[in-house]
């Protein structure tokens, strides 16, 4: 079994649709969540950190449900701008060591 | 900052052949990171270092790949020999502490190797 496991889609929605993105992880000793995002040929980046209550950053909305090993990222009035991967990110004993799940890819369409 | 930096960002090799991937971190980050990425198995850290030490060469996939550090400011990943199965982007990444925030990664090698 995977470490980090997403579905890979692909996601094709329409601008402004809503669009809801799920991640799985198998260590409960998990300490830290984060989502990157990445571009056709271009590295990984930092979309946001995961906290426990649950956290917004403008129209990105991400939830963790320790009890389920259950993460999710929310993304409202999809964007052209936001087609990309999206990959589910895991840190183990807050080390410096994270694992990257392969990856969800959205396409967003006009 | 220039960010971290990866060179080269193109290799093309034939097989059998030394390849030597380098990294510099962005100054003042004490760990940096290799992973390598392809469509089959997404991205996979094959080592890390901590104030230039290697902590974890668990993902190193076999004796043809090792990885050094000789000083804070340098890194390099070797293949000897290379196979096709190398053929991947490789991305170097550095944070400032033995911690997961403050990741940055570079813009990756991408390694073919025929």
């Known amino acids: 079994r995977k470490e980090v496991e997403q579905d890979p889609g692909p996601f094709n929605v329409p601008e402004g649709a809503t669009v809801a993105f799920n991640c799985t992880y198998s260590?409960?000793?998990?300490?830290?969540f984060f989502w990157y995002r990445q571009d056709c040929r271009k590295e990984p980046k930092l979309l946001m950190s995961v906290y426990s209550s649950g956290n917004e950053d403008g129209r990105f909305t991400a939830q963790l449900n320790r009890a389920s090993q259950y993460i999710s990222l929310l993304i409202r009035d999809s964007k052209l701008s936001d087609s990309a991967t999206y990959l589910c990110?895991?840190?183990?004993?807050?080390?410096?060591?994270?694992?990257f799940g392969q990856g969800t890819t959205l396409q967003v369409k006009p | 900052d220039a960010g971290v930096i990866q060179s080269p960002r193109h290799e093309v090799t034939e097989m059998g052949q030394e390849v030597t991937l380098r990294c510099k971190p962005i100054s003042g980050h004490n760990s940096l990171f290799w992973y390598r990425q392809t469509m089959m198995r997404g991205l996979e850290l094959l080592i890390y270092?901590?104030?230039?030490?290697?902590?974890?060469d668990s993902g190193m996939p076999e004796d043809r790949f090792s990885a050094k550090m000789p000083n804070a400011s340098f890194s390099t990943l070797k293949i000897q020999p290379s196979e096709p199965r190398d053929s991947a982007v490789y991305f170097c990444a550095s944070t400032p502490g033995h911690v997961p925030y403050g990741y940055t990664f570079g813009s990756g090698t991408r390694l073919t190797v025929v």
């Open positions: 990110v895991v840190n183990l004993s807050n080390t410096g060591k994270l694992i």
């Open positions: 260590n409960s000793a998990s300490q830290s």
């Open positions: 270092f901590n104030n230039n030490v290697p902590i974890d």
